[in-house]
């Protein structure tokens, strides 16, 4: 009996300690979402970038998608004016970023384009007007050397008489979940333990 009691004690007082800090952690959970790098921001044709609400740090990601092939469609109104468009699907592609703390760099991005669609269209008119605008849509995600976790969804257009621009939805979190529920496995697996040990 005495053996028993001995060899259980460790493992109740670890189990109690882990259950603490899984409620933390589950707690800490619930607003996990790192405000400022979650939400809409208004960048370039092809990149995003942020200063923190108190102007120490900033992030920016760099997009890089890839573009299937274009089917143009063409129609002429009469011998001097036509319109073109085109749809694509975006195959894929890389994102890349870093996030700094005044100079310091503390943490890259590496991420993928998982898809999305391309846009194009032309005007053309005799002798020498053409108008043209591209649209890129398409979805993102990926991970920080920190931890953080990023995922988002981009819309941005150029055309030939304005600047580029885009608009970038995103969402940022620390840390990933399924650090949570493997922690979680691991204290239900120790209180199981705990559990028939007393028992016995």
Known sequence: MHFRLTFTKPLLIIAILAASFLCTT????QSNIVP???GTFQGGLFWVGM???DGLSTFNLNFNPVVGDLNWITTCYDQWSCYSYANAAITGGTVNGDLYNGQTLIATFSGAVTGGSVFEQQWTSWPDWH???NQYNY???????NGF?????AYSVETDDTY????????????????LLLLGSGVMTIGYSVRRRLRR
């Open 164 to 179: 580029p621009s885009g608009l970038y939805t995103m969402t940022t979190t620390t840390p990933e979940p399924s650090s």
């Open 131 to 133: 108008n043209w605008e």
């Open 51 to 53: 200063f923190s609400p």
């Open 149 to 153: 976790s990023t995922i988002g969804y």
């Open 26 to 29: 589950l707690a800490q959970a």
């Open 139 to 145: 979805s993102y995600e990926g991970f920080w050397s």
């Open 36 to 38: 400022w790098m979650t």
